[in-house]
């Protein structure tokens, strides 16, 4: 009766906070690699002619996240909107700010997975296969590039590709990775055309879909692939290259493990030939590499099981195209995000549902300092200006970098609510909003028994 009257008083407690107890089956977590407010916002006006039809703009779970590493040691909302100056120089790296929304903790730009003295984090994807969980990353970069490499491995040299590719490899848990990394047809010397999947040698045995790999060319196996499902047996990757082979994934042959790297060495679409400065889709897409959401389907035939999945998502260009200040082409990727985010929601509720399902759709920072008025002297970022459905929003780079401006966040499923009571602080434009560390944080808390 007494254990009766506290299960009953826990109950009402979590009520009244509004806090889910329930752990989620599947994870699923959405970045679009540097895109702020105004990318989000430049987007909605091309696509619709209004903001507020994205389908995250109505999940339940709305607020901001700040984003900063420990190169910056804050974010200051009245810093920020006083001081542009200081929004364009106390910003986070890929690197750094994934490792904050993965393991909880801050670190300098550059680390992956490790804390400021290169200590081992513990990332969220690592904990949470050891609850029998599958793990997958998707990305329309390179595949070992910042963002999935910050959820999954450890580094501190976010540069050195071969060795990311290497350790994705042979390191991680992970049943599915997929994204950019060779084009079978560049002519460039081979240390270049190998860079991003570990170099010529590591690329052949994976190809061959090697269990044991020799990684110093002495003819002695040095490392195999993990074991994923607990039998005691390595589990190689199974390869596919072509857009038809991303789409003939289905759950009926679906391998134990799946590397999908489309034909090109580092990106899918942004950096295509052709006018950079034409309005979205003007210059035609390259039709062999698959889309964001056609991955995705791919990645979810694979990773679908009794025991669920975690899987990280990247629209990765965002952040490329707006270094580069091209804004058709940030358009255009924001768009593909727009797309994946819809097809990833169409997955849920047709195969899964919100009762076992967390989606968390966010940034991991903002580049490109985007505002509606061209010279930073006028005062604080406004809102790009509406010119209509179908029309280029007027909208400036003020800064070809990353900036440390607050990021959106959107979260909807079993859990979300969660995040709620972790958005504490006020932003004098933006409202509230919590830290990329809560991110972390709150999936932790979910799982803690
Ligand atoms: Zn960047």
């Known amino acids: 009766m007494k254990h009766f009257k506290l299960l009953v008083l826990i109950l009402i407690l979590g009520i009244l906070v509004g806090c889910s107890t329930k752990k989620p089956k599947n994870i699923i977590i959405m970045i679009s690699d540097g895109a702020g407010y105004n990318h989000i916002l430049a987007t909605d006006y091309y696509q619709y002619g209004e903001s507020g039809k994205q389908v995250y703009q109505s999940f339940p779970v709305q607020h901001f996240m ?25 910003w986070t790296d890929s690197a750094a700010s994934a490792t904050a929304l993965s393991t909880g903790y801050k670190t300098k730009n550059g680390y992956l997975g490790l804390d400021p003295d290169k200590k081992k984090l ?3 994807s690592e904990f949470i296969k050891s609850k029998g969980k599958k793990l997958g990353t998707v990305t329309t970069v390179v595949a070992c590039h910042g963002t999935p490499t910050g959820f999954t491995i450890h580094s501190a040299f976010r540069k050195d590709y071969p060795g990311l590719f290497q350790s994705m490899i042979l390191d991680s848990d992970l049943s599915v990775m997929m994204g950019a990394g060779l084009n079978d047809e560049d002519t460039m010397p081979d240390h270049k055309k190998y860079f991003y999947v570990g170099q010529k040698d590591f690329w052949q045995q994976v190809e061959q879909e090697a269990r044991d790999f020799d ?10 692939v993990s074991d994923i499902d607990g039998d005691g ?14 789409l003939n994934i289905s759950k009926d042959n679906a391998p134990k493990r799946l590397l999908g790297i489309f034909q090109n060495r580092a990106n899918a679409q942004y950096d295509r030939a052709g006018d950079k400065n034409a309005e979205p889709f003007e210059v035609p897409l390259r039709e062999e590499i698959p889309t964001l959401s056609e991955m995705t389907n791919a990645a979810f035939n694979v990773l679908d099981n009794d025991q669920g999945f975690w899987l990280m ?18 358009i255009e990727e924001q768009i593909e995000f727009n797309q994946a985010v819809e097809s990833v929601v169409r997955w849920i509720e047709e195969n899964s549902s919100w009762d076992e399902t967390l989606l968390i759709v966010t940034a991991d920072h903002e580049t490109g ?9 006028k005062g604080p970022v406004v809102d790009v200006k509406n010119m209509g459905k179908g029309n280029m929003p007027e909208f400036y780079f003020l800064t070809s970098e990353h900036t440390n401006s607050l990021v959106p966040f959107y979260a909807k499923g079993v859990g979300a609510s969660n995040f709620t009571s972790k958005a504490s602080k006020d932003d004098p434009i933006h409202g509230k909003y919590m830290d990329s560390t809560d991110l972390a944080k709150t999936l932790f808390e979910l799982y803690r028994d």
């Open 66 to 90: 700040s984003t900063y590493s420990t190169n910056a040691e804050e974010y200051d909302p009245q810093l920020a909107w006083n001081d542009t100056l200081y929004i364009d120089s106390k």
């Open 122 to 124: 513990q990332h969220f």
């Open 215 to 224: 990684l110093d060319n002495d003819g002695v196996k040095d490392k195999s």
């Open 233 to 246: 047996l390595p589990d190689a990757w199974k390869v596919i290259r072509e857009r038809q082979d991303f």
């Open 313 to 330: 998502i990247e629209a990765g260009a965002v952040d490329k195209a707006s270094h580069a200040k091209w804004k058709g082409r940030t």
């Open 369 to 377: 300092h985007i505002s509606g008025h061209s010279n930073m002297l």
